[in-house]
């Protein structure tokens, strides 16, 4: 464990105020860095009191003690794991796209959103540098997010057919997104090592929704690949051998007891190269979430 905050169970509770503290300025001043926890942006889950991990085993520890969803997504948003990705997530934040010069980046991890008790779970990368970096909510303030939400709302599993901002109003009605690595990596590749970092916070939210979840959506071919270990560890069962990544596929799975069955689908995620080549189409993206909604509340409403 390192850092001057360290608490009596040994983990630093300060991440975002020491690094503030070392750059010479109070949280409140530190523009550019990442936004301090608890300072007031919207839906924001930690506090200056929620411990950080600083590596692989701090992770593993956290994720695995957290109790709730909300604790959960609270040690999620303040990880400092991977010093790569967090130097990145943070120099963006301070440089930022000239088209938002104006706003406060995020900066920091980009926990799951959405119902604490969902019946679908919708799987992507990890956030964009500009879109959920900037806004701290995932999917957000980015193209692929306004396919997204469009389809979602269309699907009738999300309240607005745009998500542009924490804050905005937007909800997720039964359904849930978590990205497998939690924060932007450089050219949205990240490594085997940061992906294998991050799991824990997948497996311990897979962990926490077993009981409810009906439905899993993969977006894209890194998701599918790294949801694999991930649902294991959290204890569902899988179909041998495993199906390759394709559009449209579906692998049935089990969990619990009872071996409750889940259906995994597998997306297109719908980044701007796809959408731009028309390898994905609204169509396509609306066909996938009208399947997931069936499978997941047939006749039900979602979120009622
Ligand atoms: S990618 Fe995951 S494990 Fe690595 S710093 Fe971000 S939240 Fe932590």
Not at 168 to 174: A, I, K
Not at 175 to 180: D, H, I, P, V
Not at 198 to 221: D, F, H, K, N
Not at 261 to 279: A, D, I, K, M
Request: aromatic content about 6%; glycine content about 12%; some cysteine.
């Amino acid at each position: 464990m390192t850092g001057t905050g360290a608490a009596p169970d040994g983990l630093d509770r300060t991440g975002s105020r020491q690094q503030a503290d070392e750059a010479g300025l109070a949280p409140d001043r530190a523009a550019g860095t990442a936004v301090p926890p608890g300072s007031g942006w919207p839906d924001d889950p930690a506090t200056m009191a929620t411990p950080v991990a600083h590596g692989a085993d701090e992770v593993t520890e956290l994720a695995r003690g957290s109790a709730t969803m909300a604790e959960l997504a609270a040690r999620q948003s303040v990880c400092r794991a991977c010093p790569r990705l967090v130097s990145w997530r943070e120099q963006v934040a301070a440089h930022k796209r000239r088209s938002f010069q104006a706003e406060r980046y995020w900066g920091r991890p980009v926990p799951g959103w959405g119902d604490e008790r969902p019946r679908i779970l919708i799987i992507g990368l990890a956030p964009a540098a500009h879109g959920g970096n900037r806004t701290g909510r995932i999917f957000t303030g980015d193209r692929s997010g306004d396919w997204l939400f469009g389809s979602l709302h269309r699907c009738g599993l999300a309240a607005q057919p745009t998500s542009v901002a924490a804050g905005d109003g937007q909800r997720l009605l039964g359904t849930r997104m978590a990205a497998a690595v939690r924060c932007a990596p450089p050219a949205n590749r990240p490594s085997p090592q940061e992906r294998d970092t991050c799991a824990p916070w997948l497996a311990a939210e897979l962990a926490q929704i077993a009981g409810c979840v009906r439905v899993i959506v993969a977006l894209g071919g890194f998701a599918w690949q790294a949801s694999w270990p991930v649902l294991r560890t959290a204890g569902f069962a899988l179909p041998r051998p495993r199906p390759p990544f394709r559009h449209g596929g579906e692998a049935g799975l089990t969990v619990g007891a009872a071996a409750r069955p889940v259906l995994l689908l597998g997306c297109y995620h719908p980044s701007q190269q796809n959408t731009f080549t028309g390898r994905v189409t609204h169509g396509m993206l609306d066909d996938i979430f009208a399947r997931a909604r069936h499978a997941a509340f047939g006749d039900l409403t979602p979120g009622s």
